[in-house]
């Protein structure tokens, strides 16, 4: 009996509870390790705590308590072998990235996006298999998105 191969863990940080279960499902559905915090004392401490290896980080620039650039700097620290991967929705926040040579994604971006450029950082470009068969709708900010009234749009994929 073969043994099923190991799974990358992805320690994912986002204070929008929605983005962050759209984010979690999108990767688990990439058949990834997902694990999840709402907010960078909450990362830290999952980072800190988690026996296993934590291969990537994703999470947003901007947060309340903790920016996603000292989050990554912190869990460095913690787990030196960790991917950072910075999301945000402000291009010009692409540039305060690049000085910490650290990955990038724009939101709203692409679920088959996103599962690309994880995979690529993983195993290196050209090694993502089947990447074309995932949902391709994109995923968007929630707090951008808003329905007649003013209400918030319960419709994430587009």
């Not at 320690?11 to 999108?26: A, F, K, Q």
């Not at 559905?29 to 988690?50: M, P, R």
């Not at 939101?107 to 068969?133: M, Y």
Request: proline content about 4%.
């Amino acid at each position: 009996m073969s043994k099923a191969p190991i799974k990358e863990t992805i320690l994912v940080v986002d204070e929008v509870d929605r983005m962050l279960t759209i984010i979690v499902d999108i990767l688990k559905s990439g058949a990834f390790n997902v694990l999840q915090a709402d907010d960078g004392a909450s990362a830290v401490k999952l980072a800190n705590s988690y026996p296993g290896k934590i291969d990537l980080l994703l999470c947003g620039v901007q947060m309340r308590e903790m920016t996603g650039p000292a989050l990554g700097a912190t869990i460095r620290v913690l787990r030196q072998d960790i991917h950072v991967v910075l999301m945000s929705r402000l291009a010009g926040e692409s540039l305060l990235i690049l000085g910490y040579g650290w990955d990038y994604i724009e939101k709203p971006f692409l679920s088959a996006k996103l599962l690309e450029i994880v995979g690529e950082i993983l195993h290196g470009p050209n090694k993502v298999q089947n990447a074309s068969r995932y949902d391709t709708r994109q995923v968007t900010v929630p707090e951008r998105r808003m329905a007649a009234g003013g209400r918030p749009d319960s419709e994430w994929w587009l």
